[in-house]
Every structure is written in C-alpha cells, then in structure tokens.
C-alpha cells in the first residue's frame, strides 16, 4: 500500500499541481482547500504525510499544524509558504513542522523533501520496533533465571538501576553479563538515551583508545577526519566496557579520570571534553588478582567496583538450565517458522547433566543448533552434539595428568550415571535398579556430581 498524502491549499491551481505530483510520485493522495476541511479528511481516516500552506483563510496553515500535531503527532508536516519570513519558518518548526519550502519552489526540490519525510518515518518505526525487541529481551527477563543466584542477580540490577552508580559486573564468559548491565540500562531513567558498548578484548592498544574518547583530525595515520568515541555517544545514557581488565595502561589513567571528573580528551586533541555517560564495566578475569599483580590499578578497581554483581556458572544454577532451554527453543522456532513439541524428559536430563563450559551462550548455540537440524516433531538426542548427549567415552578415556586415582573414578562414575539416567529419561527408580544400587544412593550420588 502506498503512502498517503493530504494536501491542504486555499488556491486551485496549487492544490491540483501538488496532487498530480504527488500521484506520480506513486502516493495515494488528496486535496482540501482549508484547515476545517483537512481536519474532517482525519476524521474518515489516516494520513501518513500534509502538505499545507501556511496563509490560508479561516484556519491558517500554524493553527492546523498545532491541531495535527496534538492529535496526530506521529505524521510529518510539511509547510509551504509564499511569504519566506524567517519569524514564520522559525515558529512552524518549533510547533514541530517536519520542514519548510517558500513558493516558487522547484517539483525536484518538493519531492525530495517528501522522500526525506517518509525516510524519517521509517527509521523512526524500525527505530521504535527495534527498541521494542530490545527491552522485551533485555528487561530484567531477559536475565532468565528461576534459581536464587540469579533472583538474587535481577534483585540487585533493579536496587542499582534508578542510581548513577558505577557498577562492576564479573562473571565467566558467556553467563550473560551484557543482559544484566543491558536491565540496568533500560530500568533506569536513561532508558531512552543510548546504550554503547565497547569490548576491550576485542580492539588493539591503539584502536581501543580511539573507540572510547575518539580522535582529531590527524591524530595518528589514517585520522582523515575527526571523530566522536564512546563516551561523547553514550552521553546521557550508559556506556557498557566489556572484558575492562583488557585495558591497557594508559586508557586506564584516561578511564580513571573520567570516572573522577566525567572529563575526557581525544586523542591527538587538546580540548577537554565531557560525558554524562554511566559506566557499567565487566570482566571475566579477577581484578584483585590483577591488582595485585600489578597489571590493574588499584584506584581505578575502587572506583569501578562501586556496585559488584557476580554473574554465576551455569553449571552452578543447574535449576536454570531446562527454564533457559525452553526459552531457546521458543525463540528460535518463531525465528525458523517451525513448530516443535516440549523437549522430552531425555533431552533435558541431557542438557541437565552437561558442564556447560560455556555457560548460557553455548546452552543457546546448541538448542539454535537443535532446532535449525530437528526434522521431527520434537528435539530428540540425535538433534544434541555428541558431548552434550553423553556419547564421548569419557568413562573409557584414559587419566588425565595430574588427576588422582580419585578423582578419575569419580569422572567415571559420574560419566555411568549420566548415561544411564539419559538411557532411562531420567527415571531414578529404573536407574536405580539397573545399577543396582538403592535410590537414596542414587539421590546422594547425583547431588554429589551436581546432576539434580
């Protein structure tokens, strides 16, 4: 369906010129000679863009302007005038008219000027609905826990929010730390101004300095034009540092100072420069190690670490894994347009049971991976990789260096236990009975190895 047009002019011939270019354009459009009239035209139905002459009789082009953009503030207005005052086209777009051209005007200079609206529009939409999928996944569901380790994780993400406390947020790789600063973010009264992450591990020495506080012109090889960082970008919203135990040296001095007065320089530049920018920083690495060891400063950790929230191991809040799974499965089903059944008591003692090295992003990879290769109604073990599904042979492999006898019998019996309850789709009872041995044995021996 093609945009549509209202045109609003008190002079025929204007009304009839605009319409025709309007049509060739491709746009469905139409006329009224007065304000009273166009107002009526919204009353039978919508209307994506105006095209109105601001001196008109009766109603004038201002009074409809103020009248559309009280009831209909999401449709651009476009004015055009005779009388090319700078007092008028100052108030028009102040009343929040989209833009302003003076008659005589060109028809190329028209029709740009209305494909720039529509362009906005559209941006503004995928804006919105972009916002929209973002906050719907990064809310504080989007932490996605049922256990008490990670209530107690969402519990502190909405305490800190409403502050402007710089917050430290540890955790292995892929347990999901950029959800929890994202919570942050959109619970807090910046909600609405940007969201800008950088990863330190990412960038090189030189690179990395450059993203955060930007460069001049000809600050090193290459600097042809000038540039804005993170923090100028993140002004007034949240600046998120991932992996910040990567930062070298000097860019610690540089973040420490900021930290400090909310002061900043870019590179090759002189000029001091400032950021309301919140800083929320994550690391998988141990800072107080670091600090000791002398390759982090200790007044930068102090100044960091204002608020500290650890993100847990997957494997430490087994309970999370079956809620996470189906959230996976959930979503990339409505991505691939498939319909899958509930993952099968096999499946889940499965996913259960493994050590998810990764954490939450590699539980993620593997139900996409699951979903993308299932060609029946619902995942089954087939659909799992081998190491997740308890196919490896790990009971059979030989002792690792360094392991006591211990601890590869352990290895051992829980590798047994894990396949023999997948075998049984979990059934402890029938599990209990093949390995001959009571089921409280069983409860005591599957809490020992995490398995519950």
């Known amino acids: 369906m093609s945009e549509k047009v209202l045109v609003v002019d008190d002079e025929p011939g204007m009304r009839g010129l605009l319409t025709r270019v309007m049509q060739k354009e491709g746009y469905t459009a139409a006329a009224c000679a007065d304000g009273g009239e166009a ?14 002459d601001i001196d008109m009789p009766g109603m004038d082009g ?46 190329d200079e028209l029709k740009i000027v209305v494909g720039k609206a529509f362009e906005r529009q559209r941006l503004v939409v995928q804006r919105d609905l ?8 990064y809310d504080t569901e989007g932490i996605k826990g049922v ?27 892929g347990t999901g730390k950029e959800l929890v600063a994202r919570a942050i973010h959109d619970n807090s009264d910046r909600k609405d101004r940007p969201f800008v992450v950088v990863n330190c591990g990412a960038l090189s020495e030189g690179v990395l300095e450059s993203e955060l506080f930007g460069h001049e012109r000809g600050a090193f090889s290459g600097a042809i034009a000038s540039r804005k960082g ?7 919203g949240s600046l998120f540092i991932d992996e910040v135990g990567e930062l070298p040296p000097q860019a610690q001095v540089k973040l420490l100072r900021f930290l400090q007065n909310h002061e900043f320089e870019r590179v090759g530049g002189s000029a001091v420069l400032k950021s309301n920018a919140r800083i929320i920083a994550a690391t998988n690495r141990d800072l107080k190690s670091m600090v000791k060891a002398g390759t982090f400063r200790e007044d930068l950790f102090y100044r960091l670490n204002v608020v500290h929230i650890t993100v847990p191991p997957l ?9 996470l799974a189906r959230h996976f499965l959930e979503k990339y089903c409505a991505q691939m347009n498939k319909k899958l059944g509930e993952l099968t008591e096999e499946v889940l003692m499965a996913l259960r049971t493994h050590d998810w090295e990764g954490n939450v992003r590699e539980l993620e990879n593997v139900m996409e991976r699951a979903v993308v290769l299932c060609k029946g109604n619902s995942i089954t073990l087939r659909d799992l990789p081998e190491e997740v599904r308890g196919d490896t042979g790990a009971a059979e492999e030989a002792p690792v260096r360094g392991q006591t006898l211990t601890q590869v019998l352990e290895a051992m019996e829980r590798q047994i236990l894990v396949r023999t309850l997948a075998k049984n789709r979990g059934s402890q009872t029938k599990t209990a009975s093949e390995l001959g041995i ?10 020992k190895y995490g398995l519950v």
Do not use: C
Not at 130 to 137: G, K, T, V, Y
Not at 438 to 447: A, D, S
């Open 62 to 107: 201002i009074e409809l302007l103020k009248r559309i953009r009280k009831d209909h503030p999401d449709v651009p207005v476009l004015m055009i005038t005779a009388y090319a005052t700078v007092e008028t086209a100052v108030e028009a777009m102040k009343l929040g008219a989209h833009d302003y051209i003076t008659k005589p005007f060109a028809v």
């Open 438 to 447: 009571k089921r409280t044995t069983l409860r005591y021996k599957m809490g």
């Open 147 to 173: 256990s008490g380790r990670m209530r107690d994780v969402e519990d502190m993400a909405l305490s800190v929010a409403p502050s402007r406390a710089t917050v430290l947020i540890e955790g292995e790789s």
């Open 230 to 236: 993170r923090f100028e970008l993140a002004d007034g």
């Open 315 to 323: 494997r430490d809040r087994r309970e999370d894994i079956e809620h």
């Open 39 to 52: 107002l009526q035209a919204f009353k039978r139905e919508d209307w994506d863009l105006v095209i109105a």
């Open 130 to 137: 972009l916002l929209s999928e973002i906050r719907s996944q």
